[in-house]
């Protein structure tokens, strides 16, 4: 077998009027193309480049209505701000860059890559119905008794850049590990809770805060801060206020305040049923391709 590649590997392929030389060093430039296309889109799915890069999509489907409309005034103005947009996104993105570095500098390509699948199966299942019904339980205690707590719910976008910002926990998910994190005056309390699948991953992590006007005055840091993160991913947040001890909760920039118990299990089981659904059609897809091949 082995003499049959390297005897390909010399080959000239012809498809049409259009031919190829197959050389060793045309493959390892695939190779090399290809590992890092793996590592930008690796990079681009752990980071809030993924929410940039949606974004940027939306620009280019507008570029491209306005070239078929011939609205000359718009592509101009398209044109002249391509140039400017690179260094923009450089510039918004230069913390992520330099983490990306850094962890390529000091990661081995195969841990990088047994890390990469672990993280993809821990969020391909989402939260059990006994984690939901402890999450429920915990929130709902906490809200009666007053005590301010902020979960984060991770989804398809990695938060490892907030989780690195907390004490990791990595434990089982229960109503009295969250009840005793968020009691006043113990040492994990301040700040939020990420849950990564099934477990608490981290304890006092810092979030980005919000910086929409239009959140009403009388909602403080800990809603602010669950809102902002639901901006740049798309986690749920849990917030228990601790003035009023409603329960609200954060999706997609948008905030609802005023749970009950059962409407916030209703909320977790329908996410819960949306990543399901989006897991078994990525499953469906990748089982069908390795089949063809």
């Not at 989780?163 to 990791?168: H, N, V």
């Not at 902002?228 to 999706?251: H, Y």
């Not at 005023?258 to 990748?286: C, F, H, Q, Y």
């Amino acid at each position: 077998m082995l003499n049959d590649f390297i005897q390909f590997a010399g080959n000239t392929l012809t498809i049409g009027d259009f031919s190829v030389t197959i050389t060793w060093s045309s493959i390892i430039e695939m190779l090399i193309f290809s590992l890092l296309t793996y590592f930008v889109i690796r990079w681009i799915k752990r980071t809030k480049a993924w929410v940039l890069l949606r974004g940027a999509a939306v620009l280019v489907l507008l570029y491209i209505i306005a070239r078929v409309l011939q609205l000359n005034t718009i592509v101009y103005i398209f044109k002249n701000i391509v140039s400017s947009l690179f260094l923009a996104i450089v510039i918004i993105l230069q913390p992520e860059i330099r983490s990306a570095l850094e962890h390529l500098g000091t990661t081995s390509f195969l841990s990088g890559i047994l890390t990469f699948t672990s993280e993809k199966n821990k969020n391909s299942t989402g939260l059990s119905s006994g984690s939901i019904d402890a999450i429920v339980r915990a929130m709902s205690s906490l809200g009666r008794n007053k005590v301010g707590a902020l979960i984060v719910i991770e989804r398809t976008i990695l938060l490892d850049e907030y989780i690195d910002t907390g004490i990791l926990l990595d434990a089982a998910i229960s109503t009295a590990l969250l009840e005793q994190i968020f009691e006043h005056n113990t040492p994990l309390h301040d700040g939020a809770v990420i849950i990564r699948g099934n477990r608490i991953v981290s304890a006092t992590c810092y979030l980005p805060l919000s910086q929409n006007g239009g959140i009403s005055k009388e909602l403080g840091t800990r809603h602010r801060a669950g809102l902002g993160i639901s901006e740049v991913s798309d986690c749920i947040t849990l917030i228990a206020s601790e003035e009023t001890g409603a329960i609200s909760v954060a999706m997609n920039g948008e905030l609802k305040r005023d749970l009950t118990p059962d409407a916030l299990r209703e909320i977790l089981l329908s996410a819960r049923g949306m990543d399901d659904a989006r897991s078994n059609i990525v499953k469906r897809w990748m089982g069908r391709n390795k089949n063809e091949k």
